[in-house]
């Protein structure tokens, strides 16, 4: 699906970029503008998003590696962890590679195609991630609050069916967004004060009418990012519910221990892109935005595999026995 998806994107822009536009100055490439200026600093950013990057890939690699060798994980919950690793490193994997060549490079220059496709990827990747969050609030409620009826109704059907909606509900909401840049015009060489072509900062660069763009814009972050929150804040409402109501004080731990991860990844995730929307929204400098864009889109899916592994025994026990295997 992603290969056919970017031969759409690439036929597209090049049908947009060969049309006889009434506005004759339609750029065809704007400037990522990054994080400094400072030629001392390069090396050092260069280094820091590198091995941050490899963190990323590598821990959430093992999180998929253990949930996939080990059958005892074959398990509602570590089916959408394994879900949510792989979407994470197609999350980084859209924007920091290619900042990571511009700093190396010392370019700044992306094209106008390349531009659309990694914001179609990005909006797509972090929908999903939104999704997936959602989808284990619920799992952990169904564990919590109908324990007797859990393998039930998660069933395998239904696992992959979240999955899938959550798929095609992002691709269409990436792809709407997408369409509704390319009918936009910018006439002079844009400057994005950003490490990648965030789709905010793109509508505020525009030079034709935006108010559609902000319109869709503001009715799909009600619709696909305030209701999935909701979600999880009604589902987590419910289980602090039947936790309490637990008589024992082995038996909360428990209970609360089987969500404290997905609780904590929901947390960081969530403050982080409320973060990003303030620094947006705030009259100073946008190189702010940018780096507070840093801790959801890098931050966050390099903490992830770490905040499920360390304090999950399954996890651990998992990669210590493939580890072990003999070859």
Request: glycine share 4%; proline share 3%; net charge negative.
């Amino acid at each position: 699906m992603h290969d056919f998806v970017m031969f759409f994107l690439f036929c597209f822009c090049s049908h947009i970029s060969d049309m006889e536009l009434e506005n004759d100055t339609q750029i065809s490439e704007f400037l990522l503008l990054g994080f400094s200026e400072e030629q001392e600093l390069q090396p050092f950013l260069f280094g820091l998003f590198l091995s941050m990057y490899l963190v990323i890939i590598l821990g959430n690699l093992l999180i998929i590696l253990a949930v996939s060798s080990d059958s005892h994980l074959y398990t509602p919950m570590y089916f959408f962890l394994a879900n949510l690793s792989l979407v994470d490193i197609c999350f980084t994997s859209t924007t920091v590679p290619k900042m990571l060549v511009n700093i190396q490079m010392q370019k700044k220059v992306i094209t106008y195609e390349s531009c659309i496709i990694q914001m179609y990827f990005f909006i797509l990747f972090v929908g999903l991630d939104n999704f997936l969050l959602t989808v284990m609030a619920y799992d952990r409620f169904v564990a919590i609050c109908h324990p007797l009826h859990y393998m039930v109704t998660m069933s395998p059907r239904l696992c992959g069916l979240l999955v899938l909606v959550s798929w095609i509900m992002s691709v269409l909401h990436s792809l709407l967004q997408t369409l509704m840049v390319l009918r936009l015009s910018f006439c002079t060489e844009v400057e994005i004060p950003h490490f990648f072509c965030e789709l905010n900062q793109m509508i505020q660069l525009a030079c034709s009418d935006t108010f559609l763009n902000d319109m869709v814009m503001y009715f799909a972050t009600v619709l696909l990012v305030a209701a999935p929150l909701a979600g999880v804040l009604y589902s987590y409402s419910k289980i602090v519910s039947s936790i309490c109501g637990i008589s024992t004080t082995q038996g909360k731990y428990k209970a609360f221990s089987t969500c404290a991860s997905h609780l904590s990844v929901v947390s960081l995730f969530y403050c982080t892109g409320l973060g990003v929307y303030l620094s947006s929204a705030a009259p100073q400098s946008s190189h702010s935005s940018a780096m507070a864009s840093v801790m959801y889109t890098v931050v966050t899916p390099m903490l992830n595999p770490f905040i499920y592994s360390l304090r999950n025994r399954d996890i651990k026990g998992a990669l210590n026995v493939f580890f072990r295997r003999k070859p």
